[in-house]
């Protein structure tokens, strides 16, 4: 079946506790990328990628970091977690820029 | 940043009328959309999608038009069910850019 898998799918920790989610997709999708997801402000990218080794900054990168060294990890680090990127993520890959994106059921993160 | 906005955050509909979902965007560069569902507990799932060349494309029920004089896109759902009842979000995206998606209309189907 084809998926973004996305874990931990719940995850409450405390502030600058270092902590990784990872993404997982069997589509060998080239386009990854992290959302999050806030009420009243939709979906906000905070890093994309096109390809491994390529990523790039979305609208909201601050405070995280990611990296692509296989087509079909894509993980999302928070190195210093904060009480303010406390929210709902989503993973997304796709076979290109122009192609619609599958979703991972996302990862809810409670920084406390 | 880029501005992708929805007219109503919310809309309520009887069982088998119609519905329609707007989305405004202010990038005229912007060349390709999407239609996303989300349904509680999961993630946003593809409905339909359409490029800056098309003003019109069709699915199953389903039809998305695109005014790019007023930068407008709309979701036409037919005869509405229950099972559509869900946030339906816009998302667009610039060549060479990332995608910026709508805040949300929620949808609620009136059995």
């Known amino acids: 079946e084809a998926q973004v898998t996305q874990n931990p799918r719940y995850l409450i920790t405390v502030t600058g506790k270092k902590l990784t989610v990872t993404c997982s997709q069997n589509m060998n999708h080239e386009y990854m990328s992290w959302y999050r997801q806030d009420p009243g402000l939709g979906l906000r990218q905070i890093y994309y990628s096109m390809n491994v080794e390529v990523t790039d900054k979305g609208d909201v990168p601050e405070g995280y970091k990611v990296s692509r060294k296989e087509k079909r990890n894509f993980p999302l680090i928070l190195e210093s977690p904060s009480p303010n990127q406390t929210s709902l993520y989503f993973c997304?890959?796709?076979?290109?820029?122009?192609?619609?994106?599958?979703f991972g059921d996302g990862t809810r993160l409670s920084i406390l | 940043g880029e501005s992708v906005g929805l007219h109503l955050p919310t809309l309520s509909v009887q069982e088998g009328d119609n519905s329609i979902i707007n989305c405004a965007y202010s990038n005229s560069a912007s060349d390709y959309f999407i239609w996303y569902k989300q349904e509680s507990g999961k993630g946003p799932q593809f409905i339909i999608d359409i490029r800056s060349n098309m003003d019109k494309r069709q699915g199953q029920r389903v039809t998305v038009l695109l005014n790019k004089t007023v930068k407008h896109l709309s979701l036409q759902i037919a005869a509405t069910q229950p099972g559509d009842s869900a946030v339906y979000f816009c998302a667009e995206n610039i060549i060479g850019n990332q995608f910026y998606f709508g805040t949300g209309t929620s949808l609620t189907v009136i059995p």
């Open positions: 997304a890959s796709s076979r290109g820029m122009d192609q619609p994106q599958h």
